[in-house]
């Protein structure tokens, strides 16, 4: 009887324990945080229907009133990829036991392997590759990612693999214009992974890891966010109950309350693919319906503003305006569906 009892209040026990002191320690207000950031992502697990909702208006036949030059910026490989997306061989069973001790390593820390999940190593090389092409680059989308043609806006989804990713690869350009990233919550990732939560509090920063930091030359010490983020159009983590096509259609109606006529967003392969699914007419056979933009490319395109058939307000893209400037799409579904 005693046994059950105890089996039974320990765990509320600690729980409580936890709360009082987060009350007057930072750690354990982090372990706190971060608990029900998990709980959060096992719901979206569960319940989520980010990645369900009814069909859209076709847009095809949209009356062009307005035009919108969008360059698309994918973010780097993340940690949660470099566990679950290199295959579930002999390998997968250490890399996930790794990713798992670093987890408890952060427990007390902002950090996390899997909650809203950072830059690899890799993911770090990669945004410098995407560095590289910026400064480096002859063609009109790397002048304008550069600052140097044209006015643009840069803005990034609230999690911290596309922030770090937009921050390492215009690093040069933030640091001469002065302006500031803006954090938009309207483009955080369409999943029901538990990487997908965001870090982040409304009107807040996510704090980046070390390796990302360092990619920029930065610590958590010398690094402050505000000084290089606007997150005053961030409202944190989506609702479990949410829909991807509503960011969606809102960052359309975002850019185009814009005056600078390109918007540079950094975000991710499934909201990308869908954002080009929803907007580019049905009939279209392009692949960027179908692939995911490899890690770190850049592809640009015009977005139109118009009215459809029956007067609602709609969006489409001109396919003839897609343009893959560094590295492109992947063809791996393209391959299975030639064979």
Known sequence: M???????????????????GSLFDQRFANIVYKLHLLRTGLTH?????????KKQPDSDGVTVEESKQIIFIRHGESK????????????????????????????????????????SKEGCDQAKGL???????????????????GESVVCSSNLRRALSTCTIGMWDRIQRSQEKVKILSCLQEVTFNI???????????PEL?????????????????ERYYDA????GDKPVSSQGISRIKDFAAWCFEREEPTVVAAGHSLYFRY???????????????????????????????????????????????????YLGFEQKKSKKKKN
């Open 80 to 119: 949660w990829n470099l566990v679950f997306n290199k295959g579930f061989g002999p390998s997968f069973p250490v890399r996930l036991a790794s990713a798992i001790g670093n987890e408890f390593k952060q427990s007390i820390t902002l950090d996390s392997v899997f909650v809203d999940s950072p830059l």
């Open 232 to 235: 005053r159009e961030n409202d």
């Open 45 to 53: 697990m569960l319940f989520s229907k980010d990645r369900k909702w």
């Open 131 to 149: 560095y590289k092409y910026i400064e480096s680059g002859k063609d009109e989308v790397s002048a304008i990612l550069k600052g140097t043609e």
């Open 275 to 325: 954002f080009f699914d929803t907007f580019l007419p049905k009939k279209s056979l392009h692949e960027s319906r179908i692939n995911k933009m490899e890690n770190c490319a850049v592809v640009s395109f015009s977005l139109h503003k118009g009215k459809t058939k029956s007067g609602k307000t709609w969006y489409s893209i001109d396919e003839s305006s897609i343009n893959a400037s």
């Open 209 to 225: 890891c070390d390796e990302e930091l360092d990619a920029f030359g930065k610590t958590k010490e010398s690094f402050h966010p």
């Open 2 to 20: 005693i046994s059950t009892m105890l089996f039974t209040l320990l765990p509320l026990l600690s729980v409580i324990a936890l709360w009082i």
């Open 195 to 205: 990487d997908g939560v965001a870090l982040a509090k409304p009107q807040g920063y």
